[in-house]
């Protein structure tokens, strides 16, 4: 039965796929077309700036240690169900391994804004 319906599923997808692609409106790529519209001149100079490679470095930096933040979190419930001992040795060893990272992230420069 599951089966069947997945099936069903994926006969009606494709369709909708294909119908989509016939009907939708064709674009052309021209280059005049892909340029920025300056009061129809010519641009003068670049219309994207560059991408701060800092910029990405910190969000990168944050999201990794925001989902380590989100790992911490089930310690509080097993907390309940483990010894002392046991839940501090993880606890520890896994605030040390953030540490560690923070650390190594420092040293290689990943948190110093160059102007």
Same mark, same amino acid.
């Given at each position: 039965?599951?089966?069947? &319906? ?7 997808? @494709? %369709? ?15 280059? $005049?077309?892909? @340029? *920025? ?6 641009? +003068?100079?670049?219309?994207?700036? *560059? ?5 990405? #470095?910190?969000? &990168?930096?944050? #999201? ?7 790992? %911490?979190? *089930? %310690?509080?419930?097993?907390? +309940?169900?483990?010894? @002392?001992?046991?839940?501090?040795? %993880?606890?520890?060893?896994?605030? #040390? ?7 190594? $992230?420092?040293?290689?420069?990943? #948190?110093?804004?160059?102007?």
């Amino acid at each position: 039965m599951i089966w069947i &319906v997945s099936m069903i599923i994926m006969v009606i997808s @494709s %369709l909708l796929i294909t119908i989509c692609s016939i009907i939708s409106k064709k674009t052309f790529m021209d280059r $005049e077309k892909m @340029s *920025p519209f300056e009061c129809g001149f010519d641009p +003068k100079t670049s219309s994207r700036l *560059p991408f701060s490679l800092q910029f990405f #470095l910190i969000a &990168v930096i944050f #999201l990794i240690f925001d989902v380590e933040i989100t790992l %911490l979190i *089930p %310690l509080i419930i097993v907390m +309940k169900t483990i010894n @002392s001992l046991m839940f501090m040795t %993880l606890t520890i060893s896994f605030i #040390l391994i953030l540490i560690g990272g923070l650390f190594h $992230e420092w040293k290689q420069g990943a #948190l110093e804004w160059t102007y």
